[in-house]
């Protein structure tokens, strides 16, 4: 990591003549991507900049020519400033931290952000068709087209790492037959643009009141509709239907006004909609990927809102083509069973379960447990790297966010929550299922002072929010120091 935030610092010297004032690391999203934010001294003449560091070099020359095109366009898309020589960092304008989903969770559905979410419709049909004529393909990252062959891999996408996991008995022959009908049925259109691949209110950015893109690099040939179904039925988002009629119908009319010849109104929702279950299959896989796979919980948490997603749009969508077995499997996954399965066994007030969660240092032992239940978890936190090797870091807890930033960015500290979790979970969900009243984990560390402090913090915060669980939090070193508060 020093060696990558040395050479970033290099390029920003490079760029601006002079060495950066702080670099700091954003947090990571699904994608094996580093993204860190380079400040400049009060006398650079660009404040601030994004340094993406990657070493997938085909995907930054992907995302550089990609770009370059779209910026010819007039696409609001980021200025490049500066690409090192190895390519595998690059530094970009930087948009701040807001992004319209920001927006949305935080101000809810008013009119103005109805309003981002129409310029961010306009302002794609623009980047599609003006800026798709621009666009060199033979750059694509995967396949140069999302035709029948790229809907086929997000159906089976779907299929191996969603579908399959839930052990339903289907006809997989079947099955492979209506993915090939739905997949040939959707590649028959004449509106082939350049496809943002996935355009989401995450990967847009607002500043200013303006909205910006960010995250096109898997972009290529497609059909117009996909990155609106993209948008309009994002899981997290989860829009009111009468927005997503609406603002579907304030794109069309969009497009409209650019393309030299209009398309039809119907026709183009019809096949909207097949676009919307291929999205919604897609997200459904990539959680699953990530979540069942990969193990990363959070991705876990997201599945119940998309489940709900599918639900609400296999119930009231139709797609202009017959897929029986399809159709079977799209009832079993978001049937009540299904749906259960996802959605966490969550405490009401009439729930006795109290988990009590410490931090503790080691040379002072393991807490004890004075409730008659006993047992409970002891997580071992030494094996992370320790801040507290750092002078820095000496007087600092695991709730001070330089630590807790070192211990997300810099140490396995995320993967060793992951697997916390997974464990934890179980009993819990059990335990409320039998109405049990104690629950203890704790954590220990050399110190009890940054890693047991920052993961028993975490633990409570997960609890908190997918059980709705009573958390007691206790730091006994630190508490014992008044250095901070349980």
Request: aromatic content about 12%; proline content about 4%.
């Given at each position: 990591?020093?060696?990558?935030i040395?050479r970033?610092d290099q390029?920003?010297?490079?760029?601006?003549?002079?060495p950066?004032?702080?670099?700091?690391k954003?947090?990571?999203?699904?994608?094996?991507?580093?993204y860190?934010?380079?400040?400049?001294?009060?006398?650079?003449?660009?404040e601030?900049?994004?340094a993406?560091y990657?070493?997938?070099?085909?995907?930054?020359?992907?995302?550089?020519?990609?770009t370059?095109s779209?910026?010819v366009?007039?696409?609001?898309?980021?200025?490049?400033f500066?690409?090192?020589?190895?390519?595998?960092?690059?530094?970009?304008?930087?948009?701040?931290d807001?992004?319209?989903?920001?927006?949305?969770?935080?101000?809810?559905f008013?009119?103005?952000?109805?309003?981002?979410?129409?310029?961010?419709?306009?302002?794609l049909?623009h980047?599609?068709?003006?800026?798709?004529e621009q666009?060199?393909?033979?750059?694509?990252?995967?396949?140069?087209?999302?035709?029948?062959?790229?809907?086929?891999?997000?159906?089976?996408?779907?299929?191996?790492?969603?579908?399959d996991?839930?052990?339903?008995?289907?006809?997989k022959q079947?099955?492979?037959?209506?993915?090939?009908?739905?997949?040939t049925?959707?590649?028959?259109?004449?509106?082939?643009?350049?496809?943002?691949?996935?355009?989401q209110s995450?990967?847009?950015?607002?500043?200013?009141?303006?909205?910006?893109?960010?995250?096109?690099?898997?972009?290529?040939?497609?059909?117009l509709?996909?990155?609106?179904?993209?948008m309009?039925?994002?899981?997290?988002?989860?829009?009111?239907?009468?927005?997503?009629?609406?603002?579907?119908?304030?794109?069309?009319?969009?497009?409209?006004?650019?393309l030299?010849?209009?398309?039809d109104?119907?026709?183009?929702t019809?096949?909207?909609?097949g676009?919307?279950?291929?999205?919604?299959?897609?997200?459904?896989?990539?959680?699953?990927?990530?979540?069942f796979?990969?193990?990363?919980?959070?991705?876990?948490?997201?599945?119940?809102?998309?489940?709900?997603?599918?639900?609400?749009?296999t119930?009231?969508?139709?797609?202009?083509?017959?897929?029986?077995?399809?159709?079977?499997?799209?009832?079993?996954?978001?049937?009540?069973?299904?749906?259960?399965?996802?959605?966490?066994l969550q405490?009401?007030?009439?729930?006795?379960?109290?988990?009590?969660?410490?931090?503790?240092?080691?040379?002072?032992?393991?807490?004890?447990?004075?409730?008659?239940?006993?047992?409970?978890f002891?997580?071992?936190?030494?094996?992370?790297?320790?801040p507290?090797?750092?002078?820095?870091?000496?007087?600092?807890?695991?709730?001070?966010k330089?630590?807790?930033?070192?211990?997300?960015?810099?140490?396995?500290?995320?993967?060793?929550?992951?697997?916390?979790?997974?464990?934890?979970?179980?009993s819990?969900?059990?335990?409320?299922?039998?109405?049990?009243?104690?629950?203890?984990?704790?954590?220990?560390?050399?110190?009890g002072?940054?890693r047991?402090?920052?993961a028993?913090?975490?633990?409570?915060?997960?609890?908190?929010?997918?059980?709705?669980?009573?958390?007691?939090?206790?730091?006994?070193?630190?508490d014992?120091?008044?250095?901070?508060?349980?």
């Open positions: 990591m020093e060696q990558i040395e970033i390029l920003w010297q490079q760029f601006s003549g002079q950066s004032a702080a670099i700091t954003l947090p990571q999203s699904g994608s094996d991507r580093m860190f934010r380079v400040e400049g001294t009060q006398d650079a003449a660009v601030s900049a994004i993406t990657n070493p997938h070099i085909k995907e930054n020359e992907t995302f550089l020519s990609f370059e779209l910026k366009a007039g696409a609001p898309v980021a200025n490049v500066a690409v090192n020589e190895e390519h595998d960092i690059y530094l970009q304008e930087d948009f701040g807001r992004s319209l989903l920001n927006e949305l969770e935080e101000k809810g008013t009119e103005e952000v109805f309003s981002l979410f129409q310029q961010s419709l306009s302002k049909a980047l599609q068709i003006k800026g798709g666009i060199d393909y033979s750059k694509c990252l995967t396949a140069r087209e999302f035709g029948k062959q790229a809907i086929m891999s997000d159906l089976l996408y779907f299929k191996y790492y969603f579908l996991t839930l052990k339903f008995p289907y006809d079947a099955l492979l037959d209506d993915f090939d009908a739905l997949s049925y959707l590649t028959h259109t004449e509106n082939k643009h350049f496809m943002f691949r996935d355009f995450r990967n847009i950015m607002v500043k200013d009141g303006q909205v910006h893109f960010i995250d096109y690099q898997g972009g290529m040939l497609g059909a509709q996909y990155d609106v179904a993209s309009l039925w994002q899981a997290r988002a989860n829009l009111p239907e009468e927005w997503k009629d609406s603002l579907l119908e304030y794109y069309i009319g969009e497009i409209n006004k650019i030299p010849n209009p398309v109104p119907v026709l183009f019809i096949q909207f909609n676009y919307v279950l291929i999205r919604l299959l897609q997200v459904l896989g990539a959680y699953g990927f990530r979540g796979f990969q193990r990363k919980a959070q991705f876990l948490t997201s599945i119940p809102q998309a489940l709900k997603n599918l639900s609400a749009f119930g009231n969508r139709k797609m202009g083509i017959a897929v029986p077995e399809f159709d079977k499997c799209l009832q079993f996954c978001t049937s009540a069973e299904v749906m259960d399965r996802f959605e966490p405490a009401d007030e009439s729930t006795p379960l109290v988990v009590n969660i410490h931090s503790f240092s080691y040379k002072k032992g393991i807490p004890s447990d004075p409730t008659e239940n006993g047992g409970g002891v997580f071992d936190c030494r094996g992370i790297f320790n507290g090797r750092f002078e820095e870091y000496k007087t600092q807890t695991g709730r001070d330089a630590v807790k930033d070192f211990l997300e960015q810099r140490t396995a500290m995320p993967d060793f929550l992951n697997s916390v979790f997974d464990l934890v979970d179980i819990v969900a059990e335990y409320i299922r039998r109405g049990f009243a104690s629950l203890q984990v704790n954590f220990g560390c050399t110190g002072q940054h047991s402090v920052y028993a913090d975490a633990l409570a915060r997960h609890l908190r929010n997918k059980f709705k669980v009573k958390v007691e939090v206790k730091h006994i070193v630190q014992a120091k008044n250095w901070i508060n349980p």
